[in-house]
């Protein structure tokens, strides 16, 4: 489904990724952790190629991109379909305020995959339904709190069918109270099959859902295996050191 193979990044001389791999089954919920400044947020971005990554392969189902500054149209066009196939949910909303929750979630469909209007509104009803939001299609972002928000944004990346949804630590702006009503769809979202990869700080979250978790320190994995193998057995004392203190 996804595959990532030797990406490395650096911003002037901060090695920011060094030489990561990894591999993200159909179905599979990987959680990603770790300290901040650890890389996570650019190893996201780079799946995508919102950052560049300076070297490295990027797989999404048949798609593939290798690192190259060299944007010939055929390289432009892979990129543009891995993005249309992977649902990106960031830690700040980025709806558009002018536009309600409907046409949030409307705006994806029909400009870039050129859905027809009513099917676009029909399918966007669908989805903030499902996110719990049916009687908010018509608020404009600054009338939803931050939890809503968030799930308007879970709702327009799903509109675009993605293969795999991709999560920035999309609780870490929200309101201790408003980040169980996220939680909770993202939950739903992993009973139903969706491939989900999340850098979160919700240890609970990944505990729960998680089919597999990665520990990243300095750019690079330093452990990773299932939530128990993880939270209950730790091998590397980074690992170790880690889970000590956000459990203080």
């Known amino acids: 489904m996804v595959s990532v193979q030797n990406i490395k990044k650096t911003f002037d001389k901060n090695v920011v990724l060094q030489d990561i791999n990894l591999t993200v089954d159909k179905s599979e919920v990987v959680v990603i952790m770790g300290p901040s400044g650890s890389g996570k947020s650019t190893l996201l971005r780079c799946i995508t190629f919102l950052e560049e990554p300076d070297m490295g392969i990027i797989r999404l189902g048949?798609?593939?991109?290798?690192?190259?500054?060299?944007?010939?149209?055929?390289?432009?066009?892979?990129?543009?379909?891995l993005r249309q196939n992977t649902g990106f949910v960031f830690q700040q909303f980025n709806l558009f305020p002018h536009k309600t929750a409907l046409e949030n979630v409307m705006e994806?469909?029909?400009?870039?995959?050129?859905?027809?209007?009513?099917?676009?509104?029909?399918?966007?009803?669908?989805?903030?339904e499902k996110v719990g939001l049916g009687d908010r299609m018509d608020h404009y972002p600054a009338k939803l709190s931050g939890g809503q928000q968030q799930r308007v944004a879970?709702?327009?990346?799903?509109?675009?069918?993605?293969?795999?949804?991709?999560?920035d630590e999309p609780t870490s702006a929200l309101d201790p109270e408003l980040v169980r009503e996220v939680l909770l769809v993202m939950k739903q979202l992993a009973k139903e099959g969706m491939t989900m990869v999340v850098v979160t700080h919700e240890m609970g979250f990944a505990k729960d859902v998680a089919d597999r978790v990665i520990f990243m320190d300095e750019g690079m994995i330093v452990e990773e295996g299932t939530s128990d193998q993880i939270f209950n057995h730790p091998k590397e004392e980074r690992t170790k050191r880690f889970l000590r203190d956000v459990s203080k």
């Open 108 to 128: 994806g469909p029909i400009v870039i995959k050129k859905t027809d209007k009513s099917i676009a509104k029909e399918k966007a009803i669908e989805l903030l």
């Open 62 to 81: 048949k798609t593939e991109v290798k690192a190259d500054l060299k944007a010939s149209k055929k390289r432009k066009s892979s990129i543009r379909e």
């Open 154 to 167: 879970i709702a327009r990346a799903l509109s675009m069918e993605p293969m795999v949804m991709l999560y």
